[in-house]
């Protein structure tokens, strides 16, 4: 859909205001009746007030003013989101967003919640007339915005929608040479400077984790490296993301259970959604700073000569693992990608993967979990970022203690522990092959969605994107305070 911003809202075109109990509606946006009725159902408790017009209609969603300031942020995007319920209703195609109070994130926050609320994955449908939302323009009312937020608020929108279109795909439609196809693709219109690294390159460089998962697939591993390095980026070492590229996973021959697991296993290649369409973001609003981020990709099948529980892996930094489960792949292939990021003396890495169930019974469907050895000040304004963005999390410990629960009598360590600290085992795990300090983000929970929740959809969510841009910022900002 077209975005614009304008100064003055247009007379007989559907209009969203978002608004407190205090808020002084603008009168002349009503009738005199509707404005009474207005302010009865607003006395009432009433939060969407919907004024039927012909041919449009005006919306009043209610706010509630007692949150902060970053909660009210993610009840307008949530505003968005019912606004863009409305439109669909209505079958509107054109729509007028703004913050009756004139606060200009407020009315960015509502549009970049329909925006959201409005994606629909159709690709494979042969009739979409009931599926596609019918707006085409999309008008924020605003003295405040510019046309850099503006476009800010586009790219970071759209990277998010690819992230899910990629999360969406089913694997015969993207094994891991498509997905780096797909990611080259993004980063060339982005301007990123991109190299795919085939399974001879993978084997030379012997990353023993990344084909260890492999050797059960009939289609070839790749290993996707992407880089934004602008002449004014700020930071003098890179931030490095790394995301888990698995296709499918069906669990090797520590084999899945179908129904309600296996079912959804296409969205195990979330987090690699997220760097790709993050660093895609940061590099289309030419952010000052140099990131670069890490794909290991394969998909993971039980056949030819999968890896063995019991089996030992050689991994790229030359420790030995135990495998004790297969389905226990992604720290595996991660753990190269990321100890290959010594090479480009890092400041600091964040690692984004639908890694373990334990993280989703942890904490449920409403935050990821994360973890590290990053300094405070790092992890600290990451859970800020996500709180200002709605992609919160819960820090677990990485304490020593857990280490002992990975070791083994017959390699440097096992990949699995017992039945407790799941989501724990796999950071520590992962700890002992990053070279620089790292923050751990599992977000099996939050990635994939078996029902609509406001603005994140039914399937691929693209949780992690807008997280990893906010933070990008401020990494840009702060790093000329560190070392």
Not at 33 to 39: A, D, H, P, T
Not at 94 to 114: D, K, N
Not at 193 to 200: D, I, M, R, S
Request: include cysteine.
């Amino acid at each position: 859909m077209q975005v614009n911003v304008s100064e003055k809202a247009e007379k007989g075109i559907s209009l969203v205001m978002t608004g407190t109990k205090k808020t002084e509606f603008d009168k002349s946006a009503f009738t005199g009746e509707e404005y009474l009725y207005l302010k009865k159902a607003i006395g009432k408790g009433e939060k969407t007030i919907i004024f039927n017009h012909y041919g449009s209609v005006v919306a009043v969603i209610i706010l509630d003013e007692k949150k902060s300031e970053v909660e009210i942020l993610e009840c307008c995007r949530k505003a968005g989101a019912k606004a863009a319920e409305i439109a669909s209703k209505h079958k509107l195609e054109r729509i007028q967003i703004t913050s009756a109070a004139h606060e200009a994130l407020q009315t960015l926050a509502c549009a970049e919640g329909f925006i959201l609320a409005s994606y629909r994955f159709t690709k494979y449908l042969t009739k979409t007339d009931d599926k596609k939302i019918a707006v085409k323009e999309l008008t924020l009312i605003s003295k405040c915005i510019d046309k850099q937020q503006l476009a800010e608020l586009k790219s970071l929108t759209d990277a998010v929608c690819k992230a899910r279109d990629l999360i969406n795909e089913p694997v015969n439609h993207l094994n891991p040479s498509q997905l780096a196809a797909e990611m080259v693709k993004m980063c060339k219109e982005a301007g990123i400077k991109t190299e795919v690294l085939n399974k001879k390159q993978i084997e030379a460089l012997r990353m023993g984790g990344l084909l260890a998962v492999n050797k059960g697939s009939v289609d070839p591993p790749t290993f996707t490296i992407m880089e934004w390095k602008p002449v004014s980026a700020k930071n003098k070492k890179p931030l490095v993301f790394v995301g888990k590229g698995i296709v499918y996973d069906t669990g090797g021959l520590s084999l899945k259970p179908t129904q309600d697991s296996m079912d959804y296993m296409k969205s195990d290649m979330s987090g690699a959604a997220a760097v790709s369409a993050a660093i895609c973001a940061i590099a289309k609003n030419k952010l000052p700073v140099h990131v670069i981020a890490l794909v290991p990709s394969t998909d993971k099948r039980p056949g030819f000569n999968a890896y063995a529980p019991g089996d030992i892996i050689k991994m790229f930094n030359g420790m030995t693992v135990e495998n004790m489960n297969s389905d226990a792949e992604g720290r595996m292939i991660l753990a190269d990608a990321i100890a290959y990021s010594k090479k480009y003396d890092p400041g600091l890495l964040i690692n984004v993967a639908t890694l373990t169930g334990s993280a989703s019974v942890a904490v449920g469907p409403y935050a990821m979990v994360s973890m590290g050895n990053a300094p405070s000040e790092w992890m600290d304004a990451l859970k800020e970022c996500g709180n200002r963005v709605g992609e919160r999390m819960v820090e677990f410990p990485l304490w020593d203690e857990y280490g002992e629960m990975i070791k083994s009598d017959i390699a440097d360590m096992r990949n699995v522990g017992g039945r407790s600290a799941g989501a724990i085992i796999g950071g520590k795990f992962l700890e002992k092959f990053t070279p620089c300090p790292f923050i751990h983000l599992d977000i099996a929970g939050v990635a994939f969605n078996k029902t609509a929740d406001g603005y994140k959809p039914k399937g691929g969510v693209g949780v992690g994107v807008r997280l990893l841009y906010e933070f990008a910022g401020k990494y840009a900002a702060g790093s000329a305070k560190r070392k």
